[in-house]
């Protein structure tokens, strides 16, 4: 069974940083990916930014590049998404996902998900 447990996330003023975790477990790595997802009040589910766990091939929206960056910890089977120069536009909830996608920003490609966090910036 694999289990996906997030973490972080918050308020946080525009301008500010968040780092969000994921710890996945229950699954072996390769071919694997993870990515992050938000959804807004209204909105649909969107793609943040994910990466392919073997190669560290990693692939961002275009609304949040070049402010955040995704990243693993192998050791601790662990992605990260660190925001920075956060916007009020970025407040949402975060989704973690996790599979073996084909393509990385649709996210009917993933088979397993967090349980969301919430991130509010003000501004």
């Known amino acids: 069974q694999v289990q996906l447990v997030e973490s972080g996330g918050g308020w946080v003023q525009a301008g500010g940083s968040l780092r969000l975790s994921c710890a996945a477990s229950g699954t072996t790595f390769s071919n694997y990916a993870m990515g992050w997802f938000r959804q807004a009040p209204g909105k649909e589910r969107e793609f943040v930014a994910a990466?392919?766990?073997?190669?560290?091939?990693?692939d961002y929206a275009d609304s949040v590049k070049g402010r955040f960056t995704i990243s693993r910890d192998n050791a601790k089977n662990t992605v990260y998404l660190q925001m920075n120069s956060l916007k009020p536009e970025d407040t949402a909830v975060y989704y973690c996902?996790?599979?073996?996608?084909?393509?990385?920003?649709?996210?009917?490609?993933?088979?397993?998900w967090g349980q969301g966090t919430q991130v509010t910036v003000s501004s």
């Open positions: 990466i392919r766990w073997s190669t560290g091939f990693t």
């Open positions: 996902a996790g599979g073996w996608p084909l393509r990385l920003r649709d996210p009917g490609n993933y088979g397993y």
